[in-house]
């Protein structure tokens, strides 16, 4: 496999030479064993550098009531067909929206995949708050999985007269607009490398989810790093950067225990 090929340790490996171990506290402990690529050497992004940017965004998605969790499994009671045996968790592949709570697995991806699955949660939850206008794009993801895919594509022609893998592209990218626009204001400056990356982690997720739904119950985090290390090294001059998308939101509970999302000064349930 492409990841195994490539991966040079795990992230405690090189934690050593760290003047304040961040890695030991609850907050970041799992990141200890984010994995790291031969690829990441082109970033010249220290270990510190890393939880910096990452402890930027955590921190600034938490004044607007998001939190960050990194965990490998999902306790709910969604999704049931992912669960094995008798467990009542789930294993969390990659990452996912829970709540106000972006729950990413640490163990599978590397750094610019978490700080961008971050980002691409986010972008969707900012989406998810006008429901009726992405419920045709959204609503075959909350599907068991594998799907007849062949059969979803011209339900969603029928129904709406679109092209279905289009207008999810373009959902795709409008999410990230959001997030680039976000992690900014969090003080993150994107690099070429950084715009390069974003655009990687767009078409990689892109190409993984038509796998995903038509062979497997669940995402796997292996075949997504694979996906994404082989379009690093093959796309180089295909991309451009992406424009931020403004965007100004706050979650907060109602009295019913719901989450009310202030969106632009407008109110979304």
């Known amino acids: 496999m492409i990841i ?13 030479s760290l003047i304040q171990d961040i890695l030991n506290t609850p ?3 799992e990141l200890k064993f984010m994995p790291v690529y031969e690829y990441e050497a082109e970033l010249n992004i220290s270990i510190e550098e890393k939880l910096d940017i990452l402890k930027r965004v955590i921190d600034y998605l938490e004044t607007k009531n998001i939190h960050v969790t990194f965990t490998d499994r999902i306790m709910d009671e969604n999704k049931i067909w992912e669960r094995t045996g ?5 294993y969390l592949p990659i990452a996912e929206l829970q709540g106000n709570n972006i729950c990413i697995n640490p163990r599978n991806i590397d750094f610019l995949s978490i700080f961008l699955s ?14 009726e206008k992405y419920a045709p794009i959204t609503d075959f993801l909350d599907l068991p999985k594998p799907l007849d895919l062949d059969y979803v594509l011209k339900e969603y022609k029928w ?23 976000t992690f900014m204001q969090a003080g993150i400056t994107f690099t070429p490398e950084m715009d390069y990356a974003m655009n990687v982690y767009i078409e990689s997720d892109f190409n993984e989810l038509w796998k995903w739904v038509t062979t497997s119950p669940q995402k796997s985090g292996n075949t997504f ?15 451009i950067a992406l424009q931020p998308k403004e965007i100004n939101i706050k979650v907060k509970p109602n009295r019913e225990g719901s989450l009310i999302v202030i969106r632009d000064e407008h109110l979304y349930k």
């Open 86 to 90: 008798n467990n009542e968790w789930r």
């Open 225 to 239: 790093m694979d996906e994404f290390i082989k379009n690093w090294g093959n796309n180089k001059e295909k991309y």
């Open 118 to 131: 971050i980002g691409h949660i986010y972008g969707h939850l900012v989406q998810r708050m006008e429901e």
């Open 4 to 16: 195994e090929e490539n991966k040079v340790g795990d992230t405690y490996s090189f934690h050593k």
């Open 27 to 29: 907050r970041f402990y």
């Open 159 to 181: 129904k709406y007269g679109g092209d279905y893998k289009k207008d999810f592209l373009e959902f795709e990218i409008e999410a990230f607009r959001y997030a680039k626009y």
